[in-house]
């Protein structure tokens, strides 16, 4: 390894540590601004709701038989809050977890110069280019849907894995085992990352549901107030399916391609691998999800329940699997 591969690595690192330090203002701005909602409410059912920023776009609180109810008066058709402005908190969030993408992919990207490859060879690379891609899928949907009531799970779920990733799995920059020396490393593997970026936007949206579920279930409570500016129940249970059902098509080819790429380095389409079978089971997993809400008629706590094992499975095969399986797919955690 050279002085300029050393030093490209070292900045990476640097960049990362950086990228998070900025998540974590993101984080707390967010969950400021969870705060401020549940203030807000507060202050409605008080009958001293607070003035919105816009008129355009503002909130109306009121309160009818002791429920506190928020009406956006710029509301879609199909109920989508997609107009309301926000609180600065939420604009500060998403202005800090915009820059905080643009140092993470920095480090990105001079992981892969450094290395000279693309950077998911190992694990640690998988998941610096993972938690990237999680939240670059984060800020793109706000372009359908207004999701950023997620901004705490999904920079608090980012912060966790870029810990755990640079404490337990950095490697210094090496050379691909030959393996993986395959333009289906390219196609294979990245198709799975954005897979895993709807999955964990997935289960975002599944813990909302459950929430919501939960709030709505025992009435006016003075806890979790915030939740009254969230979607209701059967919203976000709608949204958790049509997430997952983006997550499950790029999961679907990425077990396809993995079995294409398998004849190639082995010579043999599936071998009972461990990966392999994790990989298989959170397919059949998602599958069941879907197959559960459209044919069986699942709907609400059920169906965001199966989600959240979905994601579960997908964490699992990704740390555990990696870590303590031995198989054909153990260099993947070097």
């Known amino acids: ?62 309160v009818r038989g002791g429920t506190v109810v928020l009406e956006r008066v710029d509301q879609t058709a199909d109920g989508d809050a997609g107009s309301r402005r926000g609180t600065r908190f939420e604009r500060v969030g998403m202005a800090m977890t915009v820059l905080a993408l643009v140092l993470h992919v920095g480090s990105v990207v001079l992981r ?12 640690f690379e998988f998941s610096l280019t993972g938690t990237a891609l999680i939240i670059l899928i984060f800020l793109l949907v706000q372009l359908w849907q207004n999701l950023k009531f997620l901004g705490v799970f999904i920079t608090g779920l980012t912060i966790i894995l870029l ?9 210094p920059v090496r050379p691909l085992v030959p393996a993986l020396e395959s333009y289906w ?7 799975a990352i ?22 709505q279930g025992r009435g006016p409570t ?7 500016t969230l979607p209701d129940a059967d919203r976000l249970e709608v949204l958790t399916y049509r997430v997952l059902l983006v997550g499950f098509v790029l999961w679907t080819f990425t077990l396809i391609a993995g079995a294409i790429w398998a004849e190639r380095a082995w010579g043999r389409y599936w071998g009972w691998d461990t990966k392999e079978v994790w990989t298989f089971i959170i397919w059949v997993v998602y599958a069941g999800y879907i197959h559960a ?36 797919h153990s260099y993947s955690g070097l």
């Open 112 to 123: 892969g110069i450094a290395a000279d490859r693309v950077p998911w060879g190992n694990m």
């Open 163 to 171: 810990g755990i990733a640079t404490v337990n799995y950095y490697v």
């Open 1 to 62: 390894m050279n002085d300029m591969t050393t030093n490209l690595a070292t900045y990476s690192v640097v960049l990362t540590y950086s990228a998070m330090a900025v998540y974590v203002i993101a984080f707390i701005a967010f969950a400021l601004d969870m705060a401020k909602r549940s203030g807000e409410v507060t202050a409605a059912a008080a009958g001293t709701a607070a003035p919105q920023a816009s008129t355009a776009e503002k909130t109306v609180a009121t």
């Open 222 to 228: 003075g806890k979790l107030r915030f939740m009254a």
């Open 185 to 191: 490393l390219v196609i294979h593997v990245f198709v």
């Open 293 to 328: 809400r459209a044919t069986r008629g699942w709907r609400g706590a059920r169906s965001s329940w199966l989600a959240l094992i979905g994601f579960a499975a997908v964490m699992f095969n990704f740390s555990v699997v990696n870590v303590f399986f031995k198989g054909l």
């Open 194 to 215: 954005a897979g895993t970026g709807f999955f964990a936007l997935g289960a975002g949206l599944a813990v909302a549901q459950l929430v919501q579920t939960y709030r």
